[in-house]
């Protein structure tokens, strides 16, 4: 497995659970650690506590692609390519067909979907053109297995899954790799806003998650983890 000393890795959303938790391991692993999310407030707080720079701190909101191109601009500028990033944002809007509002799909659409596109469209080029790097996205198991109420989820989901796949075909001559990351059940923010009976004892812990994050920060050179899947006992569904 590769260190991560001296590795420059990008954490988007690490205002997040599994965003933050994931920020705190590999800034202690000795990677260069650069770090967006949408909150000012909260970024600053996961920044200060994992004593990252402030050049390294970008607020930016991933539904907006003139404020990811802008931020990728400044990021390539400074230090050029990226060694990795990690996709650690998104929502979850957990509704039957009947309650989801036109507002909700979209909501899901714009953030886990067409912020992902945004993502790829500006931080993928120099990693192309180095002919290496890593992408980390975290679909959820959502993105593999339907479940009652999680249209707009899902639908969300399995689009991130077939915008991976595609990219995929684009890098064959590269060694840029993408991995998709299925998390089901982890006990984080995520679930605070949604009305759903579940047993958060039972989920994976967001720091269980970020290890996972971590392990896969570390994919050999001569391979690759197209994608892994993470659950709760209780939740094996795939």
Excluded at 4 to 24: D, F, P, Q, R, W
Excluded at 31 to 60: R, Y
Excluded at 107 to 117: E, T
Excluded at 161 to 189: A, H, M, Q, W
Aim: a neutral charge; hydrophobic letters at 40%.
């Amino acid at each position: 497995m590769e260190i991560l000393t001296n590795k420059k890795v990008l954490i988007v959303g690490a205002t997040g659970g599994i965003g933050s938790e994931t920020t705190k391991l590999i800034k202690k692993n000795q990677a260069e650690v650069f770090i967006t999310g949408k909150d000012p407030n909260i970024l600053q707080k996961v920044a200060q506590g994992n004593n990252i720079p402030e050049d390294h701190v970008f607020q930016m909101d991933i539904t907006q692609a003139t404020e990811v191109e802008k931020v990728a601009a400044q990021i390539h500028n400074q230090i050029g390519q990226l060694d990795v990033v990690v996709n650690a944002a998104g929502i979850g809007i957990i509704k039957p067909l009947e309650q989801l509002e036109v507002e909700d799909f979209d909501r899901s659409v714009d953030v886990n979907l067409k912020g992902a596109f945004y993502l790829f469209k500006y931080f993928l080029p120099p990693m192309k053109n180095a002919k290496r790097g890593l992408f980390i996205n975290i679909p959820g198991v959502l993105g593999k297995t339907p479940m009652s109420g999680a249209s707009a989820y899902g639908a969300s989901k399995f689009g991130l899954n077939g915008l991976t796949k595609s990219i995929r075909e684009e890098l064959r001559r590269t060694e840029v790799r993408i991995t998709n990351l299925y998390l089901g059940g982890v006990d984080s923010p995520f679930w605070d806003d949604i009305d759903m009976r579940v047993n958060r004892d039972k989920f994976i812990s967001a720091k269980e998650a970020a290890r996972a994050v971590w392990f896969l920060c570390q994919q050999p050179s001569s391979g690759v983890v197209s994608e892994m899947v993470v659950q709760p006992f209780n939740h094996q569904a795939i």
